[in-house]
């Protein structure tokens, strides 16, 4: 496997905070989005300052950023879009663009110089046609649909130019509706999905009413906690690494610019440990399965689905009944910095306390399981718990920590 070239990691951002962790917990490259023309209006996102700083930091180390403009733009966004594009190529240089609107990628061939155009999964990805003519009017990279198999995809491959890269989503959630386009959010609240907006409806519990009997729901029996007949399991691709990787696809996508930093870390650092240890031996990425496996549900996660990649699932692999999430830890916190004094500086993030063990994350997944020994307020006062979202702390440990690890507390499943 060391003759072929390895896949770029691409992992998600919604803020500075977290782009900073997906790098150091292994991502190649890292994609955000600016405050307006991407899909996810509800993230965080990025101020121009912090973009521009954001790809300052990343290029520092080695990493890519691409920012995401894939929205399906109305008329009144057109003049917007080109003057956000000519900040773009003025001011934040980023490595490429992703965008799903082939209008709004007439702007971009105008107005981005020497900055790479990728083609959204919005734009329906599903055949070598379609990526043909992406390339043939100047795209890099297409983001193939979520409903492709890893077979087509290798067709894919074999069917388009050499040089025209293939990025393909390998974890996290799914869209109930064809590679994104849904109007359910639309028409349900009037916030529409393919503009940014999306209150995520297929999550929701549903029943049927007869409209002789107004008022009066029905619920479509699946299990006595209700039904929710259009909520996907989340994708996971991390025990088929060895497929991913004789795909021929470049960049492994990791879903997710509206998650926390625990859940980035915890993700991207799995599969960058199993996309290594693949490329370097088969035999040891196999004996190592169960620790990706538990690592990578040591976050907030709902059940998993191969999705697509082995064809068509079936309604117990794609759908199920009922919209619970698992819990493996809670995130604490990162650490900010380390005084002479030995004290871990950090915002906290989730109650814990004096006397507790927490875990202290490591890129490399060789956590320490440490002791809180002392916690301070800004001030210098004893707190027994560090209870308050957002508070500033002072913690020592019986281990020390290093700037950017990230702290947890392990949980029973919730």
């Not at 072929?4 to 190649?28: F, W």
């Not at 107005?111 to 379609?130: C, F, G, K, P, R």
């Amino acid at each position: 496997m060391t003759e072929r070239k390895k896949p770029e990691l691409l992992a998600p951002a919604k803020n500075l905070e977290i782009l900073k962790t997906s790098i150091r917990y292994g991502a190649d490259a890292v994609y955000l989005g600016g405050e307006a023309y991407g899909l996810r209006a509800n993230a965080d996102n990025f101020s121009r300052e912090e973009m521009i700083e954001a790809v300052r930091y990343a290029h520092e180390r080695g990493v890519k950023i691409y920012i995401t403009a894939n929205i399906f733009a109305h008329n009144g966004d057109i003049d917007g879009v080109r003057e956000y594009f000519r900040e773009l190529d003025q001011e934040v240089r980023p490595d490429a663009v992703l965008i799903a609107d082939p209008g709004i990628f007439a702007i971009a061939k105008e107005e981005l110089h020497d900055i790479e155009l990728h083609v959204s999964t919005q734009a329906n990805n599903t055949n070598y046609m379609s990526a043909r003519f992406w390339y043939e009017q100047g795209a890099k990279r297409i983001v193939t649909a979520r409903e492709l198999s890893l077979r087509e995809i290798q067709e894919l491959r074999e069917k388009i130019p050499v040089d025209m890269d293939i990025e393909t989503f390998i974890h996290g959630a799914m869209c109930i509706s064809y590679s994104g386009r849904c109007l359910l959010s639309n028409y349900f609240t009037g916030r529409d999905a393919n503009r940014g907006e999306c209150t995520h409806p297929c999550r929701w519990k549903y029943a049927l009413m007869e409209e002789t009997r107004p008022g009066q729901y029905f619920p479509v029996e699946e299990n006595e906690r209700g039904t929710y007949i259009m909520n996907s399991k989340d994708l996971c691709m991390i025990d088929h690494v060895p497929e991913l990787l004789s795909s021929g696809i470049d960049s492994l996508k990791i879903e997710g610019r509206m998650k926390t930093a625990l859940y980035v870390a915890a993700v991207v650092r799995t599969y960058r440990k199993a996309i290594d240890d693949c490329f370097a031996s088969e035999e040891k990425y196999k004996e190592n399965l169960p620790l990706y496996d538990k690592e990578i549900r040591s976050c907030t996660y709902r059940d998993f689905t191969t999705g697509f990649f082995f064809g068509k699932p079936s309604d117990e692999d794609q759908i199920y009944d009922n919209n619970t999430y698992h819990s493996g830890s809670i995130y604490l916190g990162t650490i900010e910095s380390v005084d002479e004094n030995g004290y871990h500086h950090l915002m906290q993030k989730n109650k814990f306390s004096v006397g507790e063990t927490i875990r202290i994350m490591k890129p490399d997944m060789n956590d320490r399981e440490v002791k809180v020994l002392e916690i301070l307020d800004e001030d210098g006062n004893p707190m027994e718990s560090a209870s308050h979202a957002s508070q500033h702390i002072l913690v020592r440990l019986s281990e020390a920590a290093e700037p950017m690890d990230l702290i947890s507390r392990q949980e029973e499943e919730v």
